[in-house]
């Protein structure tokens, strides 16, 4: 733990003016982002006696090593800055928005030349208007069952489509007039779009002008005699009325609003708004929020709608730059009204900003009376509701895994709880397709965006002799990472002078803090550009707090090895064998043995089975992969498309093995070069098998995630397969 003195910035240099600052750790990281209206003010409240301070800020400002800090012009600017960062650093002490499930969304891809209408979760895509989100992906199909007899757009995948489109035959949909068909031309792109816009603005909540248009037509068809036409115009009507229908009427006057609710204690909170369009309620979310910030309602109000709209800024911004923009994108997720619990801190600001973002007036209010009041104490009562269910779903679990951290703590005799927690294991078929997997769990969750798989290379470059020298490997190259980072970290110009390395604590405080500056990297106190390019320190120059391997003493012999060659003495390890679930320290004669109803062994267990987990499936992909390379896989020049090209012109492998370098020129993208290469590959019989090592996968030496969710083995499809 940091005293926050030895990184107070000196007395006068903070300004007065309004802005954002950041508290960094002893590694550079970005825990805690806040904003302020006078930056000297707000500062000088963490630097206080720490006795004073709330439990949450007194463990931020300790863990803290740093703080610097950006003036900004405005309040309003203030606040999307901290936003940004907030999203950008996703630090360890704000409040975090977690939803409390996977909410779907119907969205219309209207960033694509034919736009499709679909269910979809997870990330939101720009060029893509959402609806919702909804209680069930039933309540949305249902929805669009219903408007595709009016707006026949395209529903279908890509995959479909193109098929659809080489045969020149719709599928089912077009059949049946749900679909206009767009893949075989019955419908012009422009006109298609038009249809797309059209339903999106059904969506929104512009109803009655599609209502009144189909009962003009309608009344237009009977007048001219054309009953059968005016028949079809009467079904249409009867699906627009049934899909508006679905939601009643809660507001008057075709009211738009979002409103939000909140029920909660000191620890946690829950949090839903409902999205009320042209007085119907269109949609409905919810977050659990875990308080790791000391933060009143109001202020929790204020991070709430940055949450909510500081999404809808981003997408907006970004669908300018890519030109993929939606009509009506901006006043569709911001409304008229946005109804709270409580007003945020800073009102206006908050209200300029929204204006700001929908282009038109926004009222940020507490609903006083009337159906809104009554709407809000709905939303209440759901948000109580949730906050129950999680709470059941849950009990405990806060509890639970900080009880598990301080017994890990406690069994390997470590100096702070491990907060963050790396896992290793190798896999692979008797010596070949060799991986291994590193998995991250911090504060016992796992994080799942920071897990890597190495290929095992091995000396020779084909692979390890064993698990210990594969384990050897893995660790030897993820920590050079590390020490590589810290060191290119530490490259910066420090003058060591006593003003420069901290501007309070005591002369022994200073020195220590020298002597880490001269060791390697040191967080600085002070103001920072806005405009400056943005510290993207990489991932492996933060160190764990606990290395695990999973297996028993010669694992972690070779760990420990490892580790020991690169210099790396601030990181503990223990290995967890399976046969008696024991746990290894490096150089122990016997194991540290956790009692089976343990909270820490049961942390340390899911870990380990994570590892495992995801070294089984990276090692299965490398296995499918190896399983379907062929004999042109080997012909330099020779790609996919022209691969693809000579099979189904040949037919097969052995048909193409028959050819003569002639008849294989002829086909549309061959050389007489390549040509001669295939013929040269097939008469000598080549084939070729599954590469052990090198191969280009994210590893120690890449930056790119590996997926967190790996499936089982990888499908064989008929394009992979090519016969030897």
Known sequence: MADPATYRPAPGEIPTSPGVYRFRDEHGRVIYVGKAKNLRSRLSSYFQDVANLHHRTQ??????????????????????????????????????????????????????????AQVMRGAKRPGTRYFGPYGHAWAIRETLDLLLRVFPVRTCSAGVFKRAHQTGRPCLLGYIDKCSAPCVGRITPEDHKALAEDFCDFMAGDTQRFVKRLERKMREAAAAMEYEAAARLRDDLGALQRATEKNAVVLGDATDADVFALAGDELEAAVQVFHVRGGRIRGQ?????????????????????????????????????????????????????????????????VTTWLTGLRGARVDVRVPQRG????????????????????????????????????????????????????????????????????????????????????????????????????????????????????SRSGEVELDLEADDV????????????????????????????????????????????????DGGPPQVAAAARALAELGVDDVALCGLAKRLEEVWLPGEDYPV??????????????????????????????????????????????GPARKAALLKHFGSVKRLRAASAEEIATVPGMGARTAQAVVAALADGRTTTAPDAGTDTPD?????????????????????????
């Open 371 to 486: 159906d809104k009041k009554e709407l809000a104490a709905t939303v209440r009562a759901n948000a109580e509701h949730a906050l129950a269910l999680h709470r059941t779903r849950r009990a405990g679990d806060l509890t639970t895994r900080s009880q598990a951290l301080r017994e890990i703590q406690e069994a390997l005799d470590l100096d702070t709880a491990p907060l963050r927690i790396e896992c290793y294991d190798v896999s692979h078929n008797q010596g070949t397709y060799q991986v291994a997997s590193m998995v991250v769990f911090e504060d016992g969750l796992a994080r799942k965006s920071e897990y890597r798989h190495f290929t095992i290379r091995g000396p020779e470059g084909d692979g390890a002799r064993d698990d210990t020298a594969a384990m050897h490997e893995v660790i030897s190259r993820r920590f050079k990472r590390y020490v590589a980072d810290r």
């Open 285 to 349: 979310r919810g977050w659990i929020v875990e308080k790791v910030e000391d933060v009143t309602d109001a202020e929790l109000v204020e991070h709430l709608l940055q949450q909510v709209y500081g999404a809808a800024e981003e997408a907006a911004a970004l669908d300018a730059r890519t030109g993929a923009g939606a009509r009506g994108g901006a006043r569709d997720v911001v409304p008229r009204e946005v109804l709270v619990p409580v007003l945020p801190p800073d009102t206006d600001q």
């Open 593 to 638: 043995i956790l009692q089976r109803s343990s909270e820490g062994l049961y942390l340390l267990q899911r870990v380990r089975d994570e590892a495992h987990r995801f070294a089984i499936s990276q090692h299965r992909k490398k296995r499918s992969k190896g399983m379907t390379v062929s004999a042109l896989d080997e012909v330099p020049g020779l």
């Open 502 to 549: 901290g501007a309070g604590g005591d002369a022994a405080d200073r020195e220590a803090q020298r002597a880490a500056a001269v060791a390697g990297y040191v967080p600085r106190s002070g103001e920072v550009d806005p405009d400056a390019p943005t510290d993207r320190r990489a991932r492996f120059a933060y160190p764990p707090n606990l290395v695990v391997v």
């Open 59 to 116: 463990t931020m400002v300790t863990t803290a090593a740093s703080v610097e800090w950006t003036v900004v012009g405005t309040e309003v600017e203030a606040l999307a800055l901290e936003y940004t960062w907030i999203k950008e650093f996703d630090p360890r002490f704000n409040v975090k928005y977690r939803d409390d499930k996977s909410y779907p969304y119907l969205a219309v891809t209207m960033g694509e030349e034919f736009p499709r």
């Open 700 to 724: 120690a030496g890449s930056d790119a995630p590996a997926t967190g969710t790996a499936g089982p083995d990888t499908p064989v499809t008929d394009a992979a397969i090519v016969s030897r």
